[in-house]
């Protein structure tokens, strides 16, 4: 028997027929691009806030009247909030998720509910775990073929588990040159080690000491801080579409004294 399929709206509307919404109070989401919630929020003081380190979405949401985020977390977003709402984006890495999960926590009023989407096969179950562990319960609410709907209320003030440590620290001292230390976060490539395609790179490119260098994707900014050390007269350039990867690259050219670089 074929499989039904479901479409990106008709997931979103099935998660949030599972909530109950308040007529008022704001609404944080975390993975549905804000505009769905406008539209089923009951007439009142509502909010919705969305907020990604993936500048795509937060882009594609600047025209729905939604107030949208390009963050590290959601934890610079201003204010408390009456339900969060999030899908994380597969394949997600599961301290990242962790690590909203904690925020997601802290940002809500006590009363406040998060509801949770993701499918079996994508680390649902593990994340809802982990939501239990911080909020002190949880359930299951819902579903739409392999998508299933979860929620748990927050009821204490303090999260029942100290927060996830999602921060790493990388030696890269077999590299040409010299040493380099690397702060890297859960959810930014290749966070464990060098990936084999960046340290062919290192070892086969050129570049002369005045060029001007663009890192595109430059992740924890390996790439491009090891292209500064070798463009004394020249400048380097790093950019990702990950707020988080660009936090870690900013934070290692600090680290570094590296003078060189934006």
């Not at 989401?29 to 969305?50: I, K, N, Q, R, Y």
């Not at 990950?242 to 570094?256: E, I, L, M, T």
Request: net charge neutral; with cysteine; charged share 20%.
């Amino acid at each position: 028997m074929a499989k039904h399929k479901h479409d990106a709206k008709s997931l979103q509307h099935a998660f949030i027929r599972c909530a109950e919404l308040a007529s008022s109070g704001r609404v944080l989401d975390l993975g549905w691009g804000g505009e769905p919630f406008v539209a089923a929020c009951p007439m009142g003081d509502s909010e919705v806030c969305f907020v990604s380190d993936d500048i795509r979405p937060v882009r594609c949401s600047d025209s729905t009247g939604v107030a949208s985020y390009h963050l590290i977390s959601p934890a610079k977003v201003p204010g408390l909030f009456r339900s969060a709402f999030y899908h994380p984006a597969g394949p997600a890495a599961k301290g990242q998720v962790f690590h909203w999960v904690d925020v997601s926590f802290n940002k809500l009023e006590l009363g406040a509910t998060l509801y949770l989407a993701g499918q079996k096969d994508r680390g649902v179950l593990s994340y809802v775990k982990y939501v239990e562990s911080v909020f002190g319960q949880g359930k299951r609410i819902g579903r739409t073929g392999r998508m299933q709907y979860f929620s748990a209320t927050k009821t204490h003030k303090d999260p029942g588990i100290a927060p996830t440590d999602i921060e790493h620290l990388l030696e890269a001292s077999d590299l040409p040159g010299d040493a380099l230390q690397f702060k890297t976060l859960d959810g930014v490539f290749s966070r464990d080690g060098i990936d084999p395609g960046s340290r062919i790179l290192l070892e086969q490119v050129t570049v002369a000491h005045d060029a001007h260098v663009m890192d595109v994707g430059c992740g924890y900014g390996l790439l491009g801080i090891a292209c500064a050390k070798w463009v004394p007269n020249g400048h380097v350039w790093l950019g990702d579409i990950s707020a988080r990867a660009v936090v870690c690259a900013q934070d290692n050219v600090v680290k570094n004294k590296i003078y060189n670089a934006s």
